[in-house]
Structures are given as C-alpha cells and as structure tokens.
C-alpha cells in the first residue's frame, strides 16, 4: 500500500509540498536595496510530483515508494548549487528520508521563511555544504521553539536509524520523465541503540522544472498513524523527544 498526500493543512502534517525558488533562468530572490543576497523566495503546495512512500513493515531496513510526474514536463530531482565564492560551487545534493517530524517543521519552515542554502561554516568562516538535503534543512523552528530546531530533529531520527539517502536506478540526482512514475528506495543508516523503534517514514525532494528551471520540494508520508505525532503548526511547544519518536 503507498499513500499519497497533496496538500499541506494545518492540524495535520502536509505531507505534499513545494519550495519554488521563483524562477527563470535566475532565480528571483529576497532582497533589500543594499542589503545584499538574503536568500531565494519560497512557495508551498504544488502538485506536479506526487511522492508516495510504501509501508515499511515492523523491522524495516530499507524505505522505499514512488514518484509521480502528473505533467507534460520533465523534473531533475537534486539540490542546486549555491556559490562558496573564488569560482567554487557546493556539489549537487540529494533527497533525504527521515521522519514525519522534520517533514512538518521543513514544509513549515518554508512557508514564511527564505531558502538560503548553506549556512555553515569552516575554521576558515567559508560557507560549507554539508551533502544531501542538510542544506535545507533550516537551523530553525516553524513548529517548535528556538530550542529546537530542524536539523536536531533531523540528527536525532539519524543517531535511531530512521533516515537514509533515496536512489532511483542507483543514481541520487535522477529525472522524472514527463507523465512518468520513477521508484526511489534508500537503506536505513544504524540505529545507535540497535532498536529503530516506531515512527511514521517521510520522504522528502528537491526538484527543478527543466522548462522553466524553477525549484520545488516534494514530500510525501507513510500511510499509517503517526506513534510521535508532531505539534500543531504554529504552537508555542517544541518538537520533545517524544515527537522524534520512542
């Protein structure tokens, strides 16, 4: 069985949606007349990919489903470089599957906020990507409080064995052909305990348009009860370890 969500509401996770980053050949972007680059402006909900995650059993090693392309259009599934400076670019990044707890505050987050790529940095204070969607994943909270942010949550599912890198014939950057359905799977890194224990699976995607290069992010849920079911977007509580699951 797969589930397939298609728009994000609110009491419930949106297990659908869409960061464009405004397109043309240039993305257009936030900015303040001399303030500089302030990051790419986001838009939510759009169903041109439909991603569906497959039930992953009681003891899964692995997270699989598909991706849907309803349109006349071929999408490249990856994350867009962002430039460093001196000439060099982040390398292309790749989806992630992880937990239906960062999949909230992600799509949340990106509703009222700009994408701004990498934010860490070296020794040096050179900007560093940090692979696969980490990049999006933002150092802050839409659901929770300032003393939870996204990417904790995220580091928690990894440290239990709940996230992995979705492949599609092997590849981490792959095409969706127009009108076309393309299966993802991705293996599940270690549990530190040993024990992955019980949680609703999320796969999330970037994606761009070839015609009009603009960018989405694409997410779909497992088709079963959250056990860790995460705040309501908007609340004042902050993603507990309950909420990244038991």
Same mark, same amino acid.
């Not at 939510?44 to 392309?69: A, F, M």
């Not at 959250?226 to 977007?233: A, H, I, L, Q």
């Given at each position: 069985m797969t589930h397939s969500t298609r728009c994000a509401a609110r009491g419930a996770l949106a297990a659908s949606a869409a960061l464009a980053l405004v397109a043309g050949a240039t993305p257009a972007m936030a900015q303040?007349?001399?303030?500089?680059?302030?990051?790419?402006?986001? #838009?939510? &909900? !759009?169903? /041109?990919? *439909?991603?569906?995650?497959?039930? #992953?059993? &009681? !003891?899964? /090693?692995? *997270?699989?489903?598909?991706?849907?392309?309803?349109?006349?259009?071929?999408f490249r599934c990856e994350v867009p470089q962002f430039n460093l400076g001196d000439g060099l670019l982040t390398e292309l990044g790749y989806g992630q599957v992880t937990t239906a707890a960062v999949a909230s505050e992600v799509?949340?987050?990106?509703?009222?906020?700009?994408f701004t790529g990498p934010s860490d940095t070296n020794a040096n204070g050179d900007l560093v990507s940090l692979g696969s969607l980490y990049d999006v994943f933002p150092s802050g909270s839409a659901i929770g409080s300032s003393e939870t942010d996204t990417r904790t949550a995220h580091n928690a599912a990894k440290v239990a064995?709940?996230?992995?890198?979705?492949?599609?014939?092997?590849?981490?950057?792959?095409?969706?052909?127009?009108?076309?359905?393309?299966?993802?799977?991705?293996?599940?890194?270690?549990s530190a305990t040993g024990d992955r224990g019980e949680w609703r699976a999320a796969a999330i995607f970037m994606c761009r348009n070839v015609q009009t290069n603009d960018w989405f992010l694409y997410t779909g849920l497992e088709d079963i009860e959250?056990?860790?079911?995460?705040?309501?977007?908007g609340s004042s509580g902050s993603l507990s370890a309950g909420s990244l699951g038991s």
């Open positions: 303040v007349p001399g303030g500089g680059f302030a990051g790419y402006v986001v #838009k939510v &909900d !759009d169903t /041109s990919l *439909v991603v569906n995650v497959d039930l #992953k059993g &009681d !003891d899964p /090693s692995q *997270v699989s489903g598909t991706i849907e392309n309803s349109t006349e259009t071929d799509i949340e987050y990106y509703r009222t906020r700009v064995g709940r996230t992995g890198d979705p492949r599609v014939g092997g590849g981490l950057q792959f095409s969706v052909p127009a009108e076309q359905t393309v299966n993802y799977s991705a293996v599940l890194g270690p959250d056990p860790n079911p995460v705040p309501e977007p």
